[in-house]
């Protein structure tokens, strides 16, 4: 702990301890109070001269300590708490101590068996009352209970009534114990607060720690983001270059072997291009850049067109792929392209993983709350479900013989994530190894449009 961070934690702590001194304002007006019954029960042993004067300055000290609890109530929260207002605090407690050991002490001169009982009673109990108050710190209780009962106990030795003599000793030791008690509980109190800050101060650097993290993560996502959308500027011209080589638009290139090179380049800059695709997309999920173009999206067109599209290469590599698609399956309202997007990545890591003879089938239908539920079920290798969130994982690859063998770099799945969060929608991921996989998305109700409502976005 460095004497900066050492100093701030001492300081919180001391603002702490102040403001449960201050917090207990309720004994102020009590101690007024039992001070105006003091006076009425004594006004015929003590003069008059003495007790009207004793009880206007017990009145002031008190309202002083008003006032004092007021400013601090109102003092600004920005402002730390120093030692100043913990003496202020203790002059106010010193004050009203002085004046009842006054009172005591007179307890020599005028006093009487009953104002020796009185006094111990009300010395007993404001004293136990300054002990749960002024616990929190030490001082503020000595400069109380110290004028109080070491006066009354002054006054009682004096005394020569044997009885009254033994109130003193009596007082004596109570004082003593009552000083004990308030030390330990004191102890207590800043044990309590000291783990209350420690709290707060690892609370302010967890805070502290997680948006430093979250920083640095969108200025990765985020020059991620920006370095893909340059790279597709270069290849966007390779692969057009290469492409009017590889036909020959402008004359043949002479030797085949330079069409079958730019042949070569035109794939492999596809292959980039779409890496780039994939690495702009995810960034953009990631750094929270993605936004939505919302319009009514007929969910079961999309799917069948998609699956035509993709029957031939499922054919080729000895799949079944097959559609079912709920008659009264309404549209949904949602970004067209990415949800295409979405469909393509996890028809695609079907396809992919699924070894030759297996099927893949694509469903879309309405649960009974009307939420819109896609799912796309393979006969594939399948997922251990401890290895499920890293497969969900940017760069989440898991290491089999098929997937080693298949390329891509993991992005798929985890941008199907996240287009499937910007819509609200939740990504399920059941897989069995060597059973097959089930994606299910779970549009929200909301986005299921009704007639009218798909009019007004299509006018819109």
Avoid at 160 to 188: E, H, K, M, Q
Avoid at 307 to 316: C, L, S
């Amino acid at each position: 702990m460095t004497g900066l961070v050492a100093t701030d934690r001492e300081e919180r702590i001391l603002a702490g301890k102040i403001d449960l001194l201050f917090r207990g304002h309720l004994a102020v007006p009590g101690n007024m109070a039992v001070a105006a019954l003091v006076a009425f029960f004594l006004r015929d042993s003590f003069p008059a001269w003495f007790l009207i004067p004793w009880l206007a300055a017990t009145f002031l000290a008190g309202l002083t300590r008003l006032y004092l609890h007021r400013r601090y109530l109102k003092a600004s929260r920005e402002k730390p708490c120093g030692i100043c207002w913990a003496r202020l605090f203790t002059l106010g407690t010193l004050s009203s101590g002085l004046l009842w050991g006054t009172l005591c002490g007179c307890l020599v001169f005028w006093g009487t068996t009953k104002g020796f009982v009185l006094l111990t009673f009300v010395s007993a109990g404001m004293t136990a009352g300054a002990l749960a108050t002024f616990s929190p710190f030490m001082p503020a209780y000595l400069a109380y209970a110290a004028p109080f009962t070491l006066s009354l106990a002054i006054a009682g030795l004096l005394s020569p009534d044997p009885v009254i003599a033994s109130d003193g000793v009596l007082v004596l030791l109570y004082f003593i114990v009552t000083t004990a008690t308030c030390r330990y509980f004191s102890r207590f109190v800043e044990r309590t607060v000291e783990l209350q800050v420690d709290n707060e101060i690892l609370r302010g650097h967890l805070r502290k720690t997680r948006h430093e993290r979250d920083h640095a993560r969108t200025e990765k996502w985020s020059t991620l983001a920006q370095l893909s959308h340059e790279l597709r500027t270069p290849l966007n011209a390779i692969m057009g270059f290469s492409e009017a080589m590889r036909d020959e638009v402008l004359g043949a290139l002479g030797n085949r072997r330079y069409r079958d090179y730019a042949s070569h380049i035109h794939t492999s800059g596809k292959q980039l291009l779409n890496l780039s695709d994939e690495l702009l997309t995810i960034s953009q999920g990631e750094s929270g850049s993605l936004v939505l173009k919302e319009e009514a999206v007929g969910l079961g067109q999309m799917i069948t067109a998609l699956v035509e599209h993709k029957t031939e290469a499922a054919e080729k590599a000895g799949l079944s792929l097959s559609s079912r698609i709920a008659p009264d399956l309404p549209q949904l309202k949602a970004d067209r392209s990415k949800l295409r997007q979405m469909l393509r990545y996890i028809l695609d890591n079907a396809l992919k993983f699924t070894p030759a003879g297996g099927s893949v089938s694509v469903a879309a239908e309405m649960a009974s709350d009307r939420a819109i539920v896609l799912s796309i079920e393979d006969t594939g290798i399948g997922i251990d479900k401890a290895d499920i969130p890293r497969a969900l994982r940017p760069f989440g690859r898991i290491a089999t013989p098929l997937t080693n063998s298949a390329g891509g770099v993991g992005l798929g799945l985890p941008i199907a994530v996240r287009l499937a969060e910007l819509h609200g929608a939740t990504l399920r991921l059941d897989s069995v190894p060597d059973c097959g996989t089930r994606v299910i998305i779970s549009f929200p109700p909301e986005r299921a449009l009704a007639s009218e409502q798909s009019s007004a976005i299509a006018a819109a």
